[in-house]
């Protein structure tokens, strides 16, 4: 008989993957349970042992994690695509952020930023390298440690302009979500799954798996915040 199917992930698809992971119990299918961590802790309790049934995290992490043999070879499914938001502290002022100049000078403006350790501030990271003005700006970022959201700092007071997946943000109270990066420089996430190579439900998790990624799921990704893969 197979057993409840154990699972982690990364914190921005916390909301969606226990939406998903109800849907599928309902359809009578096997328990599910699924721990949210940061993506960097969850990649290495995932390396170090830990007996999950399966992984999602960014997509590159999922390959990296197949690569080392912890992840069943040719099973990563890609489930949803996250794009970044920028959020302020509600009731404070909303500067505009709809355009590259105009996101821009409202970094250049701001007197705090923050970003996670995830994929996406990496990519905040090298565009303000792009733009020319890490140095002067680098004294006022903030990195949120991982696990803990980027708009519960905004939230505080504790970062002016925060920068997180839309997924993250738009349950969180406190802020207000000024919009999604403009497209010109927007930062695409693919999640994705894989079987944890220690895992005895294979099949199950198979099945799992094929779920989140049906079209079945699409209107529960858009409902928080993302897309289908």
Not at 10 to 17: D, F, K, N, W
Not at 42 to 71: C, M, N, T, W, Y
Not at 103 to 129: H, I, M, Q, Y
């Amino acid at each position: 008989m197979t057993s409840m199917l154990r699972g982690i992930s990364s914190m921005a698809t916390r909301q969606l993957l226990g939406e998903l992971a109800a849907a599928f119990e309902r359809q009578g299918a096997v328990g599910v349970a699924i721990e949210s961590v940061g993506g960097v802790d969850a990649a290495k309790r995932v390396q170090a042992g830990e007996p999950f049934d399966f992984v999602v995290l960014a997509s590159d992490a999922i390959d990296k994690l197949a690569a080392g043999g912890h992840v069943v070879a040719g099973s990563k499914v890609d489930i949803v695509k996250s794009g970044v938001a920028v959020a302020v502290k509600a009731g404070a002022p909303k500067p505009d952020v709809s355009s590259e100049n105009a996101l821009k000078r409202a970094v250049l403006d701001a007197p705090t930023l923050g970003f996670s350790t995830g994929p996406s501030g990496v990519a905040l990271a090298k565009l303000f390298e792009r733009w020319g003005i890490a140095d002067r700006i680098r004294e006022r970022i903030v990195t949120a440690p991982p696990g803990v959201p980027v708009g519960s700092l905004v939230a505080k007071g504790e970062v002016a302009l925060g920068f997180q997946q839309l997924s993250e943000l738009i349950h969180l109270d406190g802020i207000a979500i000024l919009g999604p990066l403009p497209q010109a420089v927007q930062i695409i996430t693919t999640f994705s799954a894989g079987i944890v190579a220690s895992s005895t439900q294979r099949e199950a998790v198979r099945a799992l798996l094929a779920f989140m990624a049906s079209a079945e799921t699409t209107q529960a990704k858009r409902r928080q915040g993302m897309e289908a893969a």
